[in-house]
């Protein structure tokens, strides 16, 4: 990163009294690759040293592109006007957090991404709500992606079935979620947990291609470590487009960038 981010980075951290002392610093250099104009950085969504390190690459790839726009996973395509009005300064945090009705469709603290939204509306930097409603979530977890035929305002096409490693990493999610069902109400309960996190790859993927095909230099999106290491680019290549994955280092471990 250039000085003067990683300055102006750390200025906000503490003007918005947000601790840096746990972070891991990347190395300077090589923010990320930007050939292809999108760049998934995957967090684990309440460790406050992803969102650090995420600031630091926003920096660093503005240094880059100016241009760019940030997709969020967090807030669902329904919000878009919110964010749009955030950016343009015409709404304070709590109007905003009511806007997006963070609590349900998120849940996270909002202080864990409160510098990424204020460097955004500081740098009038675009912000793309990349996630689908959660009554899509809902008609999908209950029906499958049959669901959808209802919803052709959506127009996702169908999603490229998951790979080996990805299915089994869904596979022990799933398992870890605890549920009671046996047998072939399991193997139903699994298929449309699958089918759900389809739909969040695929949606957030549509929404990055739809960002690029409109003319977005470049898109940085700010997503889970597992739809960032698969599932989304997977569903980018089948739309087209080609990404740079990067995943949170370890807190205290040096960056693999």
């Given amino acids: 990163m250039a000085m003067r981010g990683r300055i102006l980075v750390l200025a906000l951290a503490g003007l918005?009294?947000?601790?840096?002392?746990?972070?891991?610093?990347?190395?300077?250099?090589?923010?990320?690759r930007t050939d292809g104009g999108i760049v998934l950085l995957g967090e684990t969504?309440?460790?406050?040293?992803d969102h650090h390190w995420q600031l630091q690459r926003i920096a660093a790839l503005r240094e880059q592109e100016p241009r760019l726009a940030i997709g969020l996973e967090m807030v669902p395509r329904g919000r878009q006007a919110a964010l749009d009005a955030w950016t343009a300064g015409?709404?304070?945090?709590?109007a905003f957090l009511r806007e997006v009705d963070w609590e349900r469709s998120w849940g996270f603290d909002f202080g864990l991404y409160r510098?990424?939204?204020?460097?955004?509306?500081?740098k009038h930097i675009p912000l793309i709500a990349l996630n689908v409603d959660r009554d899509v979530v809902r008609a999908?977890?209950?029906?499958?992606?049959?669901?959808?035929?209802?919803?052709p305002d959506l127009d996702l096409g169908r999603p490229v079935p998951p790979s080996l490693d990805y299915n089994k990493y869904l596979a022990a999610a799933f398992a870890g979620h605890g549920r009671g069902a046996e047998g072939d109400a399991l193997n139903r309960g699994f298929r449309r947990f699958v089918d759900v996190q389809l739909l969040w790859d695929r949606a957030?993927?549509?929404r990055i291609a739809e960002a690029r095909a409109a003319g977005v230099p470049l898109v940085v999106v700010l997503a889970g470590s597992g739809h960032?290491?698969?599932?989304?680019?997977?569903?980018?290549?089948?739309?087209?487009y080609d990404s740079s994955a990067l995943v949170a280092p370890e807190p205290?471990?040096?960056?693999?960038?």
Avoid: K, N
């Fill in 228 to 240: 960032v290491r698969d599932g989304i680019p997977r569903q980018l290549r089948d739309l087209g």
């Fill in 204 to 206: 957030m993927a549509a």
């Fill in 90 to 94: 015409r709404l304070d945090e709590a």
């Fill in 16 to 32: 918005l009294g947000w601790s840096v002392g746990g972070c891991a610093t990347p190395p300077p250099a090589s923010p990320a």
């Fill in 45 to 49: 969504h309440d460790r406050v040293t």
């Fill in 140 to 151: 999908v977890g209950a029906e499958g992606w049959a669901a959808l035929q209802a919803r």
């Fill in 115 to 122: 510098p990424i939204f204020a460097y955004a509306r500081m």
């Fill in 252 to 257: 205290g471990a040096q960056s693999g960038i």
